[in-house]
């Protein structure tokens, strides 16, 4: 439903009927309107009525005309919709005004209907642009990239150079790394934005189906048309369905609709094509551009920045507080290699607020979410042997406490521990009990 309330109309027209029929017409739909009868008057009143739609007269006398009024529209501050106005002998000149930026042209003799159905086409295609814009821009808040590490400076700043390109290319590196919010930057970042990102796992597609899935009359690449298409595992296409994409890429038409994207494993789709098993004219008409995403263990600097991120993103999803780190269990973390990379840290981290109770993240809580549950790293931070018992001591009787719901009774004889003696542990770790 198309409000008009607020909205403001300025119709300009030098005859004054017009001018007293259309804004009364428009008052009563709810509009606010305000009216000029030559163009230097319009103009003067742009500034301080400031008017959402112009309804403007193609031929008027005196020093400016319609089209000489749209003309200067540009060069002001205010956005105006102009709906130009014609009799009939001025067609071809409202037809001019509509090229110079105008939204629409009605003929003379005015129709109310014709109007109010010309402004709402026109809001409620301002409107869905609005929303597209902020939907666009919510879209790229989510696929923002962290980390501050050369390496990751080096990736954003070649995905503002690819996102200028329509050309193919491929994107490197291990499960977990990012390539698929690599992709989906670049894809922001062009004038493909507002256009479908089609994303496609090839090792999930049925064997026999790949020509199919991706080529067929409602396929991939139909529903990726004016956007991107992201092959990943490109290295597992079929033969069939690699043979139609060399087409796709021969054919400068087909390009210029959907660009193309394809990841992989470092080595695996080289290793590929020297086996024979992917096409390699394919292979080099696909690396045009490339780029290598290392795993998050060679770029241990950005492992605080990403932890920081995943954490204010879970506190917001779940409604809670963000909980820092402490500095001990950020060192437990960049000391682990994080084989599943930047995935796993986001899972970790989102494990960590459902399972902890604490106002921060401490080595107790990585170990009970399960970090050095196949792994050495639990000791390492934790100094001599004397400060290695105290830490596990620490840690195991917050476990205990919180299996027993802070009740220090049941804790005492669940653990074999005298209440009075568990009582001067606690005090003596500064354990919170609720």
């Known amino acids: 439903m198309i409000e008009f309330k607020d909205l403001k109309v300025l119709v300009v027209d030098d005859e004054s009927s017009i001018r007293k029929i259309l804004s009364a017409s428009l008052e ?18 742009i500034s301080d009525f400031k008017p959402n739609v112009m ?57 109310m209907d014709k109007i109010l159905i010309t402004l709402k086409n026109m809001l409620l295609f301002e409107k869905q642009q609005k929303e597209r814009a902020s939907l666009l821009s919510q879209l790229k808040e989510s696929y923002l990239l962290e980390g501050s590490s050369p390496h990751m400076q080096n990736i954003k700043s070649l995905i503002m150079k690819y996102g200028k390109s329509s050309s193919p290319y491929l994107i490197y590196g291990e499960g977990g790394v990012g390539k698929s919010l690599v992709a989906r930057n670049i894809h922001y970042m062009s004038d493909r934005a507002s256009g479908p990102f089609v994303s496609v796992n090839c090792n999930s597609i049925p064997q026999g189906l790949h020509k199919d899935e991706l080529f067929s009359e409602n ?30 890429l021969r054919n400068s038409a087909r390009i ?51 932890f920081e991120a995943f954490s204010f993103e879970q506190s917001r999803k779940l409604g809670e507080a963000y909980k820092p780190i402490q500095q001990k269990a ?23 607020y459902i399972l902890s109770n604490n106002d921060s993240f401490d080595v107790y809580d990585l170990n009970y979410a ?62 919170e009990v609720e």
């Open 28 to 45: 009563d739909e709810g509009f606010q309107v305000e009216s000029a009868e030559s163009g230097t008057e319009a103009l003067a009143k």
């Open 330 to 352: 950020l060192d437990l973390l960049i000391s682990y290699d994080w084989p599943g990379n930047v995935k796993e840290l986001k899972n970790f981290v989102e494990r960590l």
């Open 219 to 248: 396929g991939k690449f139909f529903l990726a048309g004016g956007g991107t298409l992201f092959l990943k595992n490109i290295e597992a296409l079929e033969e069939s369905a690699q043979v139609e994409l060399a087409d796709f």
């Open 370 to 431: 399960g970090l050095t549950r196949h792994t050495n790293t639990v000791f390492i931070g934790m100094g001599d042997f004397r400060a290695a018992r105290s830490e596990f001591e620490k840690s195991y009787l917050i476990a205990k406490l919180s299996e027993n719901k802070g009740n220090i009774s049941k804790t005492s004889e669940a653990i074999g521990l005298e209440r009075s003696y568990l009582h001067r542990k606690i005090k003596a770790y500064d354990i």
């Open 256 to 306: 210029s609709n959907v660009r193309l994207v394809g990841s992989s494993g470092s080595d695996i789709l080289s290793g590929a094509v020297k086996k024979g098993l992917f096409r390699e004219d394919l292979f080099v008409k696909l690396s045009c551009l490339e780029m290598n995403i290392q795993p998050l263990r060679q770029r241990k600097d950005d492992l605080p920045v990403l």
């Open 55 to 111: 309804l403007l007269d193609v031929w008027m006398p005196g020093d400016l005309d319609g089209i000489q009024v749209l003309d200067k529209l540009e060069g002001l501050e205010q956005k105006t919709n102009v709906i130009v106005m014609s009799g009939h002998g001025s067609i071809e000149t409202a037809v001019k005004a509509v090229k110079l930026g105008a939204w629409d042209f009605i003929e003379k003799p005015i129709s």
